[in-house]
């Protein structure tokens, strides 16, 4: 059985993926990929550069010498103080049994008259730097959560949550995508809990993933460089992603930003083979993609920029939340025939999400189809009893 501790005054985060300038860079703040190889490529269009990954994190490319361990960041993302043991103190002292620790300390951090935390999607701070702030996103509610839940004795752990895919339907070349991380709390009694600082509605969510300990902390480390990539702070900024990078490299985010990075600096033969090494990861990294399309097409190699380009809208039409997504778009517009034929699209593509069901039958019920809107309505229930 899942519990859910939500606290909705909060809206979701939504910069997980950001557009930073005209030629549609890309920052993937908290993204989590399947790592599949890219071995689709044909050979013409794979890396054939002389650059290796290692050359691409020792700094004598991006700061003219050689990183030195001591150069590079390090932060205790869960260290408890003793202002923070007080307040746990204060506000849980009293509490015995798992469930009811996790239900005081989630509203106890929120609640005004208490630690009174603010939700700030820009910021990410470690356990002890939101307790001081009183605010940060997601992550840094999950650090502070999790820190002060590990003190209480309560089983936790990081997930993130999955979220329904965004695409900017005025130029389908861009792709944005959200991620949310939060805390689940193990219980007895086959129990979980989760802990959120935001509501993520039915519609919106499609998985959860565990998170461990390395990966959270390389997110960490990855959100601190796009913050300061965004001030344009290159020098902390690749220092960061080095550090992240350095804690788990399987995260393809941190790869394309580097690759970002390499660019505005002017690199372009590192970004290229930044981005190719997000792709060794994750064949089908939107982002990096997109990046290499506009890389090439800056360099005048139109060919491999198509190429490149093509693969994303490939990519993005075999994907039925794209079409749900551009559904509901159109559905907003009142392009109703429009929106059909992507719920149709998506329903082709994914025919036991009752989400898709449940949308063509709003379509329909807008229509004044009742009888169609009540039978597609049986569908999506149908499927959901089978699911459940």
Known sequence: ???????????????????????????TFLML?????????????????????????DGVSFLGKTVDKKDLPSADIMMITPEMEAFLELNTGRVNMPYQKAMAL??????????????????TYTASQTFENRQGNCLAFSFLYSTL?????????????????????SDDE?????????????LPGNTDLVVDISRIGEERELSHTILDENMVLALYYGNIAAEYLLKKNYKQSFLYIVKGIKTDSNVPSLWVNLGVLYRRAGNIEFAEKAYFTALDMDGKNQAALNNLAHLYKE???????????????SYQNMNPYFHY????????????????????????????DPRFYRFKSKIYKLLGQEDKAIKTMEIADEISRNQA
């Open 1 to 27: 059985m899942i519990l859910e501790l939500i606290f909705p005054r909060f809206g979701l985060e939504n910069n997980v993926a950001v557009i930073v300038n005209v030629l549609k860079f890309f920052l």
């Open 33 to 57: 990929s399947t790592l599949t190889a890219c071995t689709g490529l044909p050979e013409n269009y794979k890396y054939s550069g002389g650059i290796s990954r290692s050359q691409l994190i």
């Open 106 to 123: 989630g509203n106890s951090l929120v609640d005004e008259n208490k630690l009174g935390l603010i939700y700030e999607p820009g910021v």
């Open 149 to 169: 839940a590990r003190k209480l004795g309560l089983d936790v752990n990081f997930q993130e949550v999955n979220v329904l895919p965004e695409w900017d339907l």
């Open 174 to 186: 861009i792709y944005v995508e959200n991620r949310h991380v939060n805390v689940r709390v193990k």
């Open 299 to 313: 360099t005048g190699d139109h060919v491999r920029a198509d190429y490149f380009l093509s693969l994303v809208k």
């Open 325 to 352: 997504v551009n559904a509901e778009k159109a559905l907003k517009m009142e392009n109703f025939d429009e929106a059909m034929l992507h719920i149709d699209d998506a329903i082709d593509k994914k025919s036991d």
